[in-house]
């Protein structure tokens, strides 16, 4: 194998990576999964008691896969225009899951150290918590720019 053909397939392989989409049916699969884990999440907060922390976990985790379902779902009429505007919201909830992941531990510590006397300890953001402000940003962005197109 020479190396042009070699070259020829790794760019197909990627390609085929950075075109993967899932059915628009898949759509409406990701939402039902999303609505069911919000609502298990607020009945194992006030109805539920014991120690139900891996169910916390499991739905959290439950609700990633839902959003990012959304986020990978074809239109159904896709075309070019779709396709950069995805790659758009990709790019920008990026940019805004990096500068949030950054800034707001911060501000939770300001806010904590002012509203509590006593303070409170600095802490990192959670990987739930990044990856859902990125997933949900990615898709409020994609709507409103395929709405404005």
């Known amino acids: 194998m020479n190396k042009e053909k070699l070259i020829d397939c790794e760019r197909n392989r990627f390609q085929k990576f950075i075109n993967f989409r899932l059915s ?19 009945v194992r ?20 896969v839902g959003l990012l379902i959304m986020s990978l779902s074809k239109d159904k009429e896709e075309d070019e225009m779709t396709i950069s505007l995805r790659a758009q919201s990709y790019a920008i909830a990026f940019l805004i ?19 509590n006397s006593e303070g409170q300890a600095f802490k990192d953001l959670g990987d739930f918590q990044v990856l859902l402000f ?3 940003i990615q898709l409020l962005f994609y709507h ?3 709405r404005y197109r």
């Open 24 to 42: 628009h049916r898949f759509m409406p699969i990701g939402i039902a999964v999303v609505l069911l884990s919000i609502t298990a999440m607020f």
């Open 97 to 115: 899951g990096v500068i949030y992941a950054l800034v707001m531990p911060y501000v939770e510590f300001g806010v904590s150290n002012v509203v």
């Open 144 to 146: 409103n720019l395929k």
């Open 134 to 136: 990125m997933l949900m």
């Open 45 to 64: 907060a006030f109805a539920l008691d014991g120690d139900t922390l891996w169910l916390k976990h499991i739905l959290q985790k439950t609700m990633l």
